[in-house]
């Protein structure tokens, strides 16, 4: 179950990691996608991250990207039919059961929680 991965976000890494995340379900995929997808977009290909699957105490599963800009958070937007772009944490946040953002002095990370296994 545990997954850790360093790597350098550029748009190839999106469906390397969910290739990688193959073992885990889609929704583990999906999340792993989007947080990856919005370092990309907001903070530029080439960032380095840290994609983390993890167990959490109560049997939930936590997708966590881990980056170096504390202070660029993400925002929930709510995209019109016509946009082209901003629907990537709406999604996040009609699957998953709740997530956030932890800031540290040089790093931030944006985190989903999945019901249950995400197996």
């Not at 019109?80 to 800031?103: K, N, P």
Request: proline share 6%; hydrophobic share 40%.
């Amino acid at each position: 179950m545990p997954f850790e991965l360093d790597l350098l976000a550029f748009p190839k890494a999106v469906p390397e990691v969910r290739g990688l995340l193959g073992d885990h379900g889609c929704e583990v995929r999906l999340c792993a996608s989007e947080l990856l997808t919005n370092v990309i977009d907001h903070l530029g290909e080439g960032t380095p991250v840290t994609v983390r699957v993890l167990r959490t105490d109560h049997g939930h599963t936590r997708v966590e990207v881990t980056d170096p800009h504390p202070r660029t958070l993400p925002v929930l937007l709510r995209a019109t039919a016509v946009d082209e772009s901003g629907r990537g944490l709406a999604l996040l946040d009609r699957v998953a059961r709740r997530w956030g953002v932890e800031q540290g002095v040089d790093h931030k990370t944006v985190w989903c929680e999945l019901v249950g296994l995400g197996q």
